[in-house]
């Protein structure tokens, strides 16, 4: 078993549609939660970090982190065309040992 | 602020040989991490390399190396390639190793072996 697990779709929405992307984990030490994004041919792009446990909201992203269930999550509201991309969860322990995700790619059709 | 910037962006290598690539992090971050990304296998960890001295390494065999220079900039190498090694190699930095959730990603290289 991986220790970041995370569908890699690939998911297709209508543009404005709110989009869940999700991502389990096994390692309960793990702190911090990231999420990339990665457009084709890029490297990955930062969207967004959390600490712990709660929710983070930036614009028409929202990251939420379930410690209890080891389960995080990141919303994305009114989706455009331009988000279409694979989206990437990360995570890391106090030693800044990182573990990604597979990746799951998205497209948001106009 | 400039962002992570990798050279070459593309190479093409055959069997066999070795290859240097380049990583200049963002100014003002003195850590730097590679990774290897595949389809297959993902982003996975090569090496994290702070203040010159690698403070961290993945589990890769040991034809991949890696420095880091007193201005931070840092390189790696891969020896002996094998077409296996075909992947987009990332670099990424922060300010320092304990803020790597906050790290930024450079375009990458692409590197196809024949």
């Known amino acids: 078993q991986k220790e970041v697990e995370q569908d890699p779709g690939p998911l297709s929405v209508p543009e404005g549609a709110i989009v869940s992307l999700n991502c389990t984990y096994s390692n309960s030490a793990f702190q911090y939660f990231m999420w990339y994004r990665q457009y084709s041919r890029k490297g990955p792009e930062l969207l967004m970090y959390t600490y712990s446990s709660g929710n983070k909201e930036d614009g028409r992203f929202t990251a939420q982190v379930d410690k209890s269930s080891k389960y995080i999550s990141l919303f994305i509201r009114d989706s455009q065309p331009s988000d279409s991309a694979t989206y990437l969860c990360?995570?890391?322990?106090?030693?800044?040992?990182?573990?990604f995700g597979a990746g799951t790619r998205l497209t948001v059709k106009p | 602020k400039a962002g992570v910037t990798q050279t070459p962006r593309y190479l093409i290598k055959t069997r066999g040989q070795q290859v240097t690539l380049s990583c200049s992090p963002i100014?003002?971050?003195?850590?730097v991490s590679w990774y290897q990304q595949t389809p297959g296998q993902g982003l996975q960890f090569l090496f994290e390399?702070?203040?010159?001295?690698?403070?961290n390494k993945g589990n890769f065999p040991g034809r991949f190396s890696g420095r880091q220079f007193s201005n931070s900039r840092s390189e790696m190498n891969v020896s002996t390639l094998e077409l296996g090694d075909s992947a987009l190699y990332l670099c990424?930095?922060?300010?320092?190793?304990?803020?790597?959730?906050?790290?930024?990603f450079g375009p990458g290289t692409r590197l196809t072996v024949t």
């Open positions: 390399y702070f203040s010159e001295t690698q403070r």
């Open positions: 100014s003002g971050h003195r850590s």
């Open positions: 990424a930095s922060s300010l320092d190793p304990d803020r790597i959730y906050e790290q930024y």
């Open positions: 990360a995570m890391s322990n106090n030693n800044n040992d990182m573990r």
